[in-house]
C-alpha cells in the first residue's frame, strides 16, 4: 500500500530555515512525481513544487521561487523540501503527494491531480 508520511516541520523565525521530509513506502520514487502543498487557516490547498526525478523536473510556484529547492534521495525512498528565507506567510500546514500520471513541468500544481496523500506537518513562521 502507498503510504507518504511528512516530518520537519516546527516553528521558526523569519529568515529561519526548515527541511521537510516525505519518507515514501510502497512504492518507488523513480516512476511518480511527489508534490509539495501546503494550506493555511482559511484558505485552499496551494501547490508550490513538484519533483519527478525520471526525466529530471522539478518545477516551483512564484511564490516559493528561489527560496525552496526540493531534491530526492532514492535510496532512502524520501523527497526533502528545503525551506530557506521563510517568512510568516509561509506558515501552513504542509503535505507531500504522489501521483504515476502527473508530468510535473510546469510552474502549476494541482490538487486533484494526485491521488496519495501524506498526513501534513505543521510550519510556523513567527517572530
Known amino acids: 500500500q502507498l503510504q507518504l508520511v511528512e516530518s520537519g516541520g516546527g516553528w521558526v523565525q523569519p529568515g529561519g530555515s526548515l527541511r521537510l521530509s516525505c519518507a515514501a513506502s510502497?512504492?518507488?520514487?523513480?516512476?511518480?512525481?511527489i508534490g509539495w502543498f501546503r494550506q493555511a487557516p482559511g484558505k485552499d490547498r496551494e501547490g508550490i513544487s513538484c519533483i519527478r526525478n525520471d526525466g529530471g523536473r522539478r518545477n516551483y510556484a512564484d511564490s516559493v521561487k528561489g527560496r525552496f529547492t526540493v531534491s530526492s534521495d532514492n535510496a532512502k525512498n524520501t523527497v526533502y523540501l528545503q525551506m530557506d528565507n521563510l517568512k510568516p506567510e509561509d506558515t501552513a500546514v504542509y503535505y507531500c503527494a504522489a501521483d504515476k500520471k502527473v508530468v510535473c513541468n510546469t510552474g502549476h500544481f494541482f490538487v486533484e491531480d494526485y491521488d496519495s496523500w501524506g498526513q501534513g506537518t505543521q510550519v510556523t513562521v513567527s517572530s
Open positions: 510502497g512504492f518507488t520514487l523513480g516512476s511518480y512525481a
